[in-house]
């Protein structure tokens, strides 16, 4: 399994009503012939500093994530809905052990 991680920090200026409206469609993202859970939450604020949000999304494996990250509308999320919301967007994609269901 591939996990990506994805941590978004928001330009000065956007509310969280944005961040939570966009979060939501990149939960409702699905794409045909992928099993994939999707979590995008915003950050709970508990530290200074942190990024504005996360997204997590596991995958079964690499030709599933390249799939996922080459997806059409994936890239309309991430060009039109994500990227002018965000200063600053970092990902990173890390193994994860074969589990029997969806991950939490």
């Known amino acids: 399994m591939i996990r990506n991680i994805v941590l978004g920090f928001v330009r000065d200026g956007v509310g969280p ?5 966009a979060l939501a469609e990149v939960r409702r993202l699905r794409i045909d012939g992928i099993s994939m859970t ?4 915003s950050d709970l604020g508990l530290r ?3 990024a504005s ?3 997590i999304v596991d995958l079964p494996d690499t030709e ?8 059409p509308m994936h890239a309309r999320i ?3 809905v994500l990227g002018p919301l965000c200063s600053r967007i ?5 193994p994860m052990p074969h589990t029997s ?4």
């Open 78 to 80: 991430r060009s039109e």
């Open 90 to 94: 970092e990902r990173v994609q890390v």
């Open 53 to 55: 949000f996360a997204l």
């Open 38 to 41: 999707i979590r995008a939450d």
């Open 64 to 71: 599933a994530y390249h799939r996922y990250d080459q997806d």
């Open 48 to 50: 200074e500093g942190n």
């Open 101 to 104: 269901g969806p991950t939490e």
């Open 17 to 21: 009503t944005q961040v939570e409206e």
